[in-house]
Nanobody, 129 residues
Framework: QEQLMESGGGPVEAGGTLRLSCAATGSRSGYLCMAWFRQAPGEERQLVASIYTLGGQTNYDHSVKGRFTISRNSAKNEINLNINSVKVADTAMYYC??????????????????????WGQGTKVTVSS
């Protein structure tokens, strides 16, 4: 059974940096699209970054492009999210998700949570000014 577990969240001051990690255990056959979502209180869950683990292609939501970097560590079976110049607006629960790549276009575009089958429990990020 595939499981995802996030870590690295916590309090951080605005302007700082943060590194979130998602450890995947178990078989992940077919789940080649990995993504980070975030959900602030009262808001919908939003994809911020995705990576196609077979080819390495990445995609970002326009709101975080340039500050967020998603990467994979194949040796550790991890997906990481580096956040630079954190903002108060980055405060949210961050979730790791796994899904099957789409056909006929970018394999892991910026899409909704309904396309992802596996989810971690989330890690909370709180940014103070």
């Amino acid at each position: 059974q595939e499981q995802l577990m996030e870590s690295g969240g916590g309090p951080v001051e605005a302007g700082g940096t943060l590194r979130l990690s998602c450890a995947a255990t178990g078989s992940r056959s077919g789940y080649l699209c990995m993504a980070w979502f975030r959900q602030a209180p009262g808001e919908e869950r939003q994809l911020v970054a995705s990576i196609y683990t077979l080819g390495g292609q990445t995609n970002y939501d326009h709101s975080v492009k340039g500050r967020f970097t998603i990467s994979r560590n194949s040796a550790k079976n991890e997906i990481n999210l580096n956040i630079n110049s954190v903002k108060v607006a980055d405060t949210a629960m961050y979730y790791c998700a796994a899904g099957r790549p789409l056909i006929g276009g970018p394999p892991c575009p910026v899409i909704g949570p309904e396309y992802f089958d596996l989810w971690g429990q989330g890690t909370k990020v709180t940014v103070s000014s």
